[in-house]
């Protein structure tokens, strides 16, 4: 069964970093491409960024190059998504979610990391 | 950017009606659309891929149809835990976008 366990939910001041996970399991975790999705409070999903954990093809939307970084470690199948200076406005639920095979729609999504940034 | 545009925004029903969704793109995708459900407090759930393809799971009670830029999902007889949020999303072009969602309410 294929899985992908994000990691718990953090709380954060603006100006700190951060680095969650998302961990697959049951596939092939260098085969296929792991995506970032935010969903900030209330309202609808935004695409982030795409990583080819093989060979570490990284792609980002413009919205979110340069705010965010996306990399991942084989050899535990993890995937992550950080960021070095976070915003108030970076409050959201993140989710991973694993692309199908040959194109970009998701079959499989992880529970959701909550980010809550606040002073 | 391609743009995907739901509407309604919210559609009031009642268990056992049919549900029309729509999704429009604001220049052709193809077939390359996809629909997520979303219950609250849990991760989105694909539904449909290439516009009327059924994934792994799916009741037979959901279908999408459409191409080009007029999409439209489709839940022939509302089930009680149907009624949440659904989303469309666009991968025809590298930079995939996700519409605004539509809320089934009771």
């Known amino acids: 069964e294929v899985q992908l366990v994000q990691s718990g939910a953090e709380v954060k001041k603006p100006g700190e970093s951060l680095k969650i996970s998302c961990k697959g399991s049951?596939?092939?975790?260098?085969?296929?491409?792991i995506g970032w999705v935010r969903q900030m409070p209330g309202k609808g999903l935004e695409w982030m960024g795409i990583i080819y954990p093989g060979d570490d093809d990284t792609r980002y939307s413009p919205s979110f190059q340069g705010q965010v970084s996306i990399s991942a470690d084989t050899s535990i199948r993890t995937a992550y998504l950080q960021w070095s200076n976070l915003k108030a406005s970076d409050a959201a639920i993140y989710y991973c979610?694993?692309?199908?095979?040959?194109?970009?729609?998701?079959?499989?999504w992880g529970q959701g990391t909550l980010v809550t940034v606040s002073s | 950017e391609i743009v995907l545009t739901q509407s309604p925004g919210t559609l009031s029903l009642s268990p056992g009606e049919r549900a029309t969704l729509s999704c429009r793109a604001s220049?052709?995708?193809?077939?390359?659309l996809a629909w997520y459900q979303q219950k609250p407090g849990q991760a989105p759930r694909l539904l449909i891929y290439?516009?009327?393809n059924r994934a792994t799971g799916i009741p037979d009670r959901f279908s999408g149809s459409g191409s080009g830029t007029d999409f439209t999902l489709t839940i022939s007889r509302l089930e009680p835990e149907d009624f949440v949020v659904y989303y469309c999303q666009q991968y025809a072009k590298s930079l995939q976008t996700f519409g605004g969602g539509t809320k089934v309410e009771i």
């Open positions: 049951g596939y092939s975790f260098t085969n296929y491409w």
């Open positions: 979610a694993r692309r199908a095979e040959s194109t970009d729609y998701w079959t499989h």
């Open positions: 220049q052709s995708v193809a077939s390359f």
């Open positions: 290439g516009s009327s």
